[in-house]
């Protein structure tokens, strides 16, 4: 009897490429097909999911929390259960101008007495980053407490650091080996 020749090694390569996708790729895919098929309503330059209601499709907007979302329905007289995809475009411009303009207390606000202007005001999207960044420089220019935290990159609100907050440090209770 005649052995069997071993086959070369192209071939065996040829037979897995041919096999069937992995279930990762699988998943994958039909995860970059829902997005791909999903709308996207653009609102104060954010795109929010329209599959979202809009008590939770609001949040997606930086600067915007529940309770913002909440009275943005609330005043506006909008169904929070209602679909983002589902908004007119009188209404999402009707929202685009109450955030604009908030008229709500200024205890719901997120820049109270500004430093600056001494005014009450809500920032959103990159306005609320920058701000953000001028006070972080602020308190570093003027070497406070916390503005010493952040430039050496420890916890600024009193957390403690012995187990945690470990950024490049070597790892290991003991010394190195010799």
Known sequence: ???PKPQPKEQKQDKKAVE???KEKTEKDKREA???????VR???YDVPG?????????????VSWSISNAVCLKLGLDRAKKIMDLTKPEIQQIETFLKNMNV?????NRRTDIEEGKTAHLLGTDLDISKDFDIKRLRKIKAYR???????QPVRGQRTKSHFRKNKVAGVGGRKK
């Open 1 to 3: 009897m005649a052995e």
């Open 20 to 22: 069937k996708p992995s």
């Open 34 to 40: 829902q997005l791909s098929n999903e709308v996207l």
């Open 43 to 45: 609102i104060l330059g």
């Open 51 to 63: 599959s979202r209601n809009l008590y939770t499709g609001l949040i997606r907007i930086k600067g």
């Open 105 to 109: 207390p200024d205890y719901m606000k």
């Open 147 to 153: 503005g010493v935290r952040h430039a050496t990159g």
